[in-house]
């Protein structure tokens, strides 16, 4: 079992930055492919970033390549979100998710509870 807690969403103008962070707790985090996901109102969840055990592969939507940095620390059992240039539709509520294998599908085992991002124009 893994327990994951989101942390560091806000209100930001656009332009702005914001850094998300994702604690775990649990066993064997390290061995964990971990992934965040977003979803505005009325909207399906959609993949942002993820990150393999190793930290050496990432992927990300092509809406945020460039501007957002998905990272690991695995001595504090952390993920984060390096988000800058933040633009109005990357509204949303945030989720990190944490599973076998990196992937752009929703087929995490674990989830955590979301935190909201707000980019006012």
């Known amino acids: 079992q893994v327990q994951l807690v989101e942390s560091g969403g806000g209100l930001v103008q656009a332009g702005g930055s914001l850094r998300l962070s994702c604690a775990a707790s649990?066993?064997?985090?390290?061995?964990?492919?971990m992934g965040w996901f977003r979803q505005a109102p009325g909207k399906e969840r959609e993949f942002v970033a993820a990150?393999?055990?190793?930290?050496?592969?990432?992927t990300y939507a092509d809406s945020v390549k460039g501007r957002f940095t998905i990272s690991r620390a695995d001595a504090k059992n952390l993920v984060y979100l390096q988000m800058n240039s933040l633009k109005p539709e990357d509204t949303g509520v945030y989720f990190c998710?944490?599973?076998?294998?990196?992937?752009?599908?929703?087929?995490?085992?674990?989830w955590g509870q979301g935190t909201q991002v707000t980019v006012s124009s």
């Open positions: 649990g066993r064997s985090f390290s061995s964990y492919a």
């Open positions: 998710a944490a599973g076998q294998v990196v992937t752009m599908d929703p087929r995490y085992a674990y």
């Open positions: 990150i393999s055990w190793s930290g050496g592969v990432t």
